[in-house]
């Protein structure tokens, strides 16, 4: 979008772009273009004293992590004014009715009002020329009255899940006051008792409340309570429940005046039994709070990756500090993993406060090992230096054993592409593999695995998909998948089926493709949640190579909820969320998404994200008419690219690059990389037209881009799909298939698809 720089078509499209954020936020939960749109200094309040932020990074920070939570609304009655305050300063207020959707299972009627003040520059993000200096939203309440049932119910739930701020503490104790009343003249103590403990879990089933309070006959109390309509409620099953907000608080007050080690006895059931459901975040977070350390690490080391891939840290970040010595020297390997975990989330002082005394603790082999082992992975991804601390550690293990077993992490931080993390200097790409199977086999040798020789020929395998010699990596894969250890290795058959399916895309097998899909789904079964975040994320971007999987309905709960934080896999994620956002009118949220995307994969030293950054920006410039900077970016891309010859990132983001790969000239290297693209694009749509029209009549009646729509169209792809994607409007796609159905005799989709399928 470009603004006009007349100053009545400036406040009128500007107004236009605010109603697209404000509607986009509260609608769609979607805040791409408000990010994409914050200055530097920003500052923003809601309608709390919790709710004031300065600074882009604190105002995205909240944003991003309470962006799931929000309620969808519907709006009414939506008037906006807007003010320029000077040449440089327009402030926009939209007000409106709200009204929660009748599917949300709440009811919450309320009148929003938000000024947006607006600073122009030029340079901002967002390519529109202002930028957002400040905001103001805030939702009208009034306060509680002490008979009022909405309080109790739906409305004060609301509330708080939309506000996020505390209730008045005078409307609290009124509130409070009221409950009181009610439970004890419906309850006896003893099941009075039993609601105090359960309100230490944010929602419950069943068996959970029988685990923790082993003297109530729960199942007969939930049946009592679930008709009292104000105590509890049921959530995503019948089978779940959950407190509600303020008779939890209620309930909690209570809870936390019983002495602490009876406390402390209940939290330490709610963490066994998570534990012994493999619901190790959980479990973790009941015994921190319990003060169970002994227990906590116990938990650490059972489900480490379930817990440092979690969505969110579900333990403090200075842990480590309040658990004692005699402890922590029991429990070396999750020490090593949250220390990793501090260090990845850059946390630095904290860690090398932590670091310190861990370090004063540890004597003899057991530290030296720990040492050389945290050394490695802080290392990352300097390769010689890693290997140089995991040869350190692997000797001392074979000189003397140590008295507690210690394991080398995982070196692939759940990215399905080990070169993603580890190809960081260009031109040094097959030394890097070399490099990179011996770090894997000193792994393996410290881990006592016997599986040296399957990951040395993946390695191998990956160098060569992703610099074009598909034939010899297919294979490599295809002897790797004889070798003992392949069947029991499902990280290693995900990043094999990963490199497979793509390959499989690239040669147009759509039908290869589709099987290689599910055979990926069939092993989730079989996984831990490492490898099933793993297989997922693998799935998340073969999706989008396969049409019609990538349009299916898929759940919710089948997509990975951020679960990289901070580490270096974190890389790949994002470069997945990037391309979702190739989409007509999307320029501005993908270039800022781009830039993003250069920095992070720079500063982690990442070749391949930055020549997908670099992509990115090319197809985002190429939407909002820059061709200038469409061909810088490009370039930038081929030049990283070039001195090893990587082709893969290019080959999927072919159809969207408006390019003439004869025309763009620069090394040797580069012209090479640029004929290998060039032939791909033009076998790209070779095979198209064999595969959809092989009778020589329809290829000498039908134009190329008339091949094209039917490919996608006999695919089943919408109209308004069609469009998108070729980048045209909706209208030009139902004239070219009205041409189309007149040049071929036939009427419409129908007799389309069946004449296609008698020329394949």
């Keep these: 979008m470009h603004i006009d720089n007349n100053p009545i078509n400036e406040e009128s499209e500007l107004l236009s772009y605010t109603l697209r954020i404000y509607h986009d936020f509260y609608t769609k939960n979607d805040i791409t273009l408000l990010l994409a749109s914050l200055s530097s200094d920003v500052s923003w309040c809601g309608s709390g004293p919790q709710m004031m932020k300065t600074g882009r990074t604190e105002v995205m920070r909240f944003f991003v992590s309470t962006k799931d939570k929000m309620i969808p609304f519907t709006f009414h009655n939506e008037s906006t004014v807007v003010h320029r305050l000077s040449p440089h300063f327009i402030n926009i207020t939209i007000a409106s009715d709200i009204q929660t959707l009748p599917s949300t299972l709440l009811l919450l009627k309320e009148h929003l009002k938000c000024d947006v003040l607006y600073r122009k520059n030029p340079d901002c993000a967002n390519g529109i020329g202002w930028e957002i200096v400040h905001i103001n939203n805030s939702v009208s309440y009034d306060k509680l009255k002490p008979d009022e049932i909405f309080a109790i119910t739906e409305g004060i739930w609301a509330y708080q899940h939309l506000t996020k701020t505390p209730v008045p503490s005078e409307d609290k104790l009124a509130f409070f006051h009221l409950i009181s009343g009610k439970l004890t003249s419906t309850l006896s103590p003893q099941e009075l008792h039993c609601l105090s403990i359960l309100s230490i879990f944010d929602e419950f089933t069943p068996q959970g409340a029988a685990a923790v309070c082993i003297h109530t006959d729960i199942y007969a109390l939930l049946k009592k309570l679930i008709h009292q309509e104000f105590i509890l409620h049921h959530t995503k099953t019948p089978s779940t429940y959950a407190l509600y907000p303020l008779i939890r608080e209620f309930l909690h007050e209570k809870f936390s005046l019983l002495p602490k080690e009876e406390q402390s006895h209940y939290l330490t059931r709610a963490a066994q039994y998570f534990l012994s459901l493999q619901q190790y975040t959980k479990a973790m977070s009941y015994a921190n709070r319990a003060g169970n350390y002994s227990l906590c690490l116990h938990i650490f080391s059972r489900g480490a990756d379930s817990i440092l891939l979690s969505s969110s840290r579900t333990y403090p970040m200075d842990l480590l500090n309040h658990i004692p010595s005699s402890v922590l020297r029991k429990h070396l390997q999750p020490v090593l993993y949250i220390l990793l975990d501090l260090y990845f989330t850059k946390a630095h002082s904290i860690y090398q406060k932590i670091y310190n005394r861990i370090d004063s603790l540890l004597t003899g082999k057991d530290g030296d090992i720990f040492r050389e082992l945290l050394k490695t992975y802080t290392s990352f991804n300097h390769l010689p230096s890693m290997i140089t601390h995991m040869k350190n550690a692997e000797a001392i293990m074979n000189h003397t054993p140590p008295r507690q077993k210690l394991y080398a992490p995982p070196l692939g931080y759940l990215c399905p592409s080990?070169?993603?993390?580890?190809?960081?200097?260009?031109?040094?790409?097959?030394?890097?593999?070399?490099?990179?199977?011996?770090?894997?086999?000193?792994?393996?040798?410290?881990?006592?695995?016997?599986?040296?020789?399957?990951?040395?020929?993946?390695?191998?395998?990956?160098?060569?998909?992703?610099?074009?010699?598909?034939?010899?990596?297919?294979?490599?894969?295809?002897?790797?998948?004889?070798?003992?250890?392949?069947?029991?290795?499902?990280?290693?058959?995900?990043?094999?089926?990963?490199?497979?399916?793509?390959?499989?895309?690239?040669?147009?097998?759509?039908?290869?493709?589709?099987?290689?899909?599910?055979?990926?789904?069939?092993?989730?079964?079989?996984?831990?949640?490492?490898?099933?975040?793993?297989?997922?994320?693998?799935?998340?971007?073969?999706?989008?190579?396969?049409?019609?999987?990538?349009?299916?309905?898929?759940?919710?709960?089948?997509?990975?909820?951020?679960?990289?934080?901070?580490?270096?896999?974190?890389?790949?994620?994002?470069?997945?969320?990037?391309?979702?956002?190739?989409?007509?009118?999307?320029?501005?949220?993908?270039?800022?998404?781009?830039?993003?995307?250069?920095?992070?994969?720079?500063?982690?030293?990442?070749?391949?994200?930055?020549?997908?950054?670099?992509?990115?920006?090319?197809?985002?410039?190429?939407?909002?008419?820059?061709?200038?900077?469409?061909?810088?970016?490009?370039?930038?891309?081929?030049?990283?690219?070039?001195?090893?010859?990587?082709?893969?990132?290019?080959?999927?983001?072919?159809?969207?690059?408006?390019?003439?790969?004869?025309?763009?000239?620069?090394?040797?290297?580069?012209?090479?990389?640029?004929?290998?693209?060039?032939?791909?694009?033009?076998?790209?749509?070779?095979?198209?037209?064999?595969?959809?029209?092989?009778?020589?009549?329809?290829?000498?009646?039908?134009?190329?881009?008339?091949?094209?729509?039917?490919?996608?169209?006999?695919?089943?792809?919408?109209?308004?799909?069609?469009?998108?994607?070729?980048?045209?409007?909706?209208?030009?796609?139902?004239?070219?298939?009205?041409?189309?159905?007149?040049?071929?005799?036939?009427?419409?989709?129908?007799?389309?698809?069946?004449?296609?399928?008698?020329?394949?």
């Design 418 to 760: 080990f070169t993603l993390l580890y190809h960081s200097v260009p031109g040094k790409f097959r030394e890097e593999i070399e490099q990179l199977i011996t770090l894997q086999k000193l792994s393996a040798s410290i881990n006592h695995k016997h599986n040296q020789e399957e990951w040395a020929l993946y390695l191998q395998a990956e160098y060569c998909y992703h610099t074009g010699q598909w034939e010899k990596s297919a294979q490599i894969l295809a002897h790797l998948s004889t070798l003992p250890a392949f069947a029991h290795e499902l990280t290693l058959r995900a990043r094999v089926l990963y490199i497979q399916g793509f390959m499989a895309y690239f040669q147009n097998d759509t039908s290869s493709l589709s099987d290689i899909y599910e055979k990926l789904q069939s092993l989730l079964p079989q996984t831990t949640s490492y490898e099933s975040l793993l297989i997922q994320l693998c799935s998340l971007r073969l999706r989008s190579a396969i049409p019609h999987i990538a349009e299916k309905n898929i759940s919710p709960a089948s997509e990975p909820e951020s679960p990289l934080r901070h580490s270096p896999g974190l890389t790949y994620q994002e470069l997945i969320e990037t391309h979702t956002l190739i989409k007509p009118g999307n320029g501005i949220p993908l270039l800022y998404a781009a830039l993003r995307n250069e920095r992070f994969s720079r500063e982690r030293h990442s070749v391949l994200g930055e020549i997908y950054s670099y992509l990115y920006q090319a197809i985002a410039y190429d939407m909002l008419n820059k061709p200038d900077d469409f061909h810088k970016s490009l370039t930038k891309a081929l030049t990283l690219a070039a001195p090893d010859h990587i082709i893969s990132p290019f080959l999927p983001l072919a159809s969207h690059l408006s390019v003439t790969w004869s025309q763009i000239r620069g090394s040797d290297s580069m012209n090479h990389l640029i004929q290998d693209i060039a032939l791909f694009v033009q076998k790209r749509k070779y095979h198209l037209e064999v595969k959809y029209m092989q009778s020589p009549l329809l290829k000498e009646t039908l134009t190329g881009k008339e091949l094209r729509i039917i490919h996608l169209a006999v695919s089943g792809k919408t109209n308004r799909k069609i469009a998108e994607e070729l980048h045209l409007a909706e209208i030009t796609i139902k004239k070219a298939l009205s041409r189309i159905y007149k040049k071929l005799g036939i009427r419409n989709r129908t007799q389309l698809a069946s004449l296609v399928k008698q020329h394949q």
